[in-house]
């Protein structure tokens, strides 16, 4: 029964920002970690964010200091904040629950062999 919905994907000018929402049910988001992935054509799926169950935000070096993550557990639900976006942005991004726990935050960022629940994506795309 567990459902991760991401919406909020739309095509904006480079400089533009966008919110992405992931809506959850079936889970309790507060007893997971919530990652945010992205995946451009042709290319790997690429850790974005991750928040941490005490709220620690991770953030890819690529994305660091433009995107801000957070979480409402009352709602279950999670945010992407993209601002300044660059071409190099467009993808589908896809959120992701993990219940596990790492001795290292990390490796949060490193794959996407911690996630066990995603959505369905939904698609960004940055032109002029």
């Known amino acids: 029964q567990v459902q991760l919905v991401e919406t909020g994907g739309r095509l904006v000018h480079p400089g533009g920002s966008l919110k992405l929402s992931c809506a959850t049910s079936?889970?309790?988001?507060?007893?997971?970690?919530v990652g945010w992935f992205r995946q451009a054509p042709g290319k790997q799926r690429e850790a974005v964010s991750a928040?941490?169950?005490?709220?620690?935000?991770l953030y890819a070096d690529s994305v660091k200091g433009r995107f801000t993550s957070s979480r409402d557990n009352a709602k279950n639900t999670a945010y992407l904040q993209m601002n300044n976006l660059n071409p190099q942005d467009t993808a589908v991004y896809y959120c992701?629950?993990?219940?596990?726990?790492?001795?290292?935050?990390?490796?949060?960022?490193?794959?996407?062999?911690?996630?066990?629940?995603w959505g369905q994506g939904t698609q960004v795309t940055v032109s002029s």
């Open positions: 079936g889970l309790n988001l507060d007893h997971q970690v």
């Open positions: 928040i941490l169950r005490d709220g620690t935000l």
């Open positions: 992701a629950t993990s219940p596990l726990t790492y001795r290292d935050s990390r490796e949060y960022l490193q794959s996407t062999d911690p996630y066990n629940y």
